[in-house]
């Protein structure tokens, strides 16, 4: 959007605060600044070059950018987009991001990854039995596995369990043995220059090693390939899909076998899989193969395109962990069962720094390793 259409949506909103109660950052924190109304406001400030406060900048970045308030306005205003399109601002001005984003995006560029993870310990995850016929680059597949940062270094088990299921598949697909960040942490925190770089190089990567398709295995990687690269790269012509979808498609075709777990477990959607990627729909799979389980889903109260961010959205637990360890123990209210599933490895991650604040007793897993041990 251009800066006379983001003023001009800016000023469309009625002020009727409608979205307040759609708004976790809002609703656990009772504080209008941290509403999608709230935030407009503060974007109407940037825009007319007024001054903002401490407090205002960190409503900004303790947005999670879920997107549901772009789903209930009643004017329509393309909410996050203006509060990312003002963060992008308040960098060209000099006044962000906030320490702790320079900090990581720091790590980014120096590290290839955004958890501060040693280069060297990336495919830590790469399961012992594979290790000795893996040829990474040199494999002849136009299909990559991109494991993405927090499955490489936080939720290693998302990254083997994936990679092994897909083996046992006879999947046809190769990894990286220097895998890069995507660069969808640089870009929310309003860097676009840098994202843009980061983008571009990634990109030749992809083309020079002949990569027509890209399976991921982090919502945030599959949003910043799905919507963000396409908006800034030419011709990006590469099939991105969620690991997920290619496991049920497998199922289906007979090459992977469930047998029944007989679990209870609460599946928690991850909001860039679904509402901010509504096209690709990807809730009917997940929930499908955990059936084949024949495990029992407690939906919570609130999901699909309905579902809340997990908490830890655009880096907000970095700026203020209170309102991330609110918004996962309000979840954990709902969880009528001692295990949630996700396909999303920040989900798991933050679901498990919540557990151990709020020491509530609840595990979370990945959704391929839960899968794995029920594979036959
Ligand atoms: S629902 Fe839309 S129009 Fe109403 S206050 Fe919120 S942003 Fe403004
Ligand atoms: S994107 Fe989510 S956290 Fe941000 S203002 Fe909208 S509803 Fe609130």
Redesign the pocket.
């Known amino acids: 959007m251009k800066e006379n259409q983001i003023i001009e949506k800016i000023h469309s909103c009625l002020d009727c605060k409608k979205c307040l109660e ?5 609703l656990v924190t009772q504080d209008e600044l941290k ?2 109304n709230g ?1 407009l406001k503060i974007a109407d400030k940037i825009y007319s070059n007024i001054e903002i406060t401490d407090e205002e900048l960190n409503s900004m970045y303790t ?7 772009d789903l209930v306005c009643v004017q329509k205003i393309p ?2 987009e203006i ?1 990312h399109a003002s963060k992008a601002k308040l960098v060209e001005l000099g006044k962000a991001p906030l320490e702790i984003h320079e900090k990581i995006i720091e790590g980014i560029l120096k590290y290839n990854n955004s958890v501060n993870g040693n280069p060297e310990e990336r495919l830590n995850w790469l399961p012992e039995k594979y290790k000795a016929e893996e040829l990474f680059e040199q494999k002849d597949s136009d299909t990559l596995l991109f494991l993405g940062c927090m499955s490489s270094f936080r939720v290693k088990e998302s990254a083997s369990a994936s990679y092994e299921i897909l083996k046992k598949a006879h999947y046809d697909f190769k990894i990286l043995k220097n895998e890069p960040c995507c660069g969808e942490y640089v870009y929310s925190a309003g860097k676009v220059e840098i994202a843009k770089k980061i983008m571009e190089d990634n990109f030749s990567l992809f083309k020079n090693l002949g990569i027509k398709n890209i399976l991921v295995t982090c919502a945030g990687c599959l949003y910043a390939f799905n919507k963000i690269y396409p908006k800034y790269i030419k011709n990006f012509n590469i099939n991105v899909k969620h690991v997920i979808q290619v496991i049920h498609e497998l199922e289906k075709q007979g090459k992977i076998k469930l047998k029944p777990l007989n679990k209870r477990v609460s599946y928690h959607d991850a909001c860039r899989m679904v509402r901010k990627l509504n096209n690709l729909k990807i809730y009917r799979e997940p929930r499908e193969l955990l059936e084949k389980t024949e495990t029992s889903i407690n939906e919570l109260n609130k999901k699909e395109e309905n579902t809340p ?1 997990c908490g830890a959205g655009s880096g907000i637990r970095g700026v203020d962990s209170s309102i991330t360890i609110k918004i996962g123990s309000k979840i954990f209210e709902e969880v009528n069962s001692k295990l949630i599933i996700s396909a999303c490895p920040l989900c798991v991650f933050n679901y498990r720094y919540v557990n151990y604040k709020t020491q509530n007793n609840i595990e979370t897993k990945y959704i391929t390793d839960f899968l794995l041990d029920a594979l036959e």
Do not use: F, M
């Not at 759609?22 to 809002?26: A, I, L, P, R, V």
């Not at 947005?63 to 308030?69: E, P, S």
């Open positions: 759609s708004c976790d950052t809002y509403s999608p935030r947005c999670t950018l879920c997107g549901i308030c909410i996050t509060i961010c």
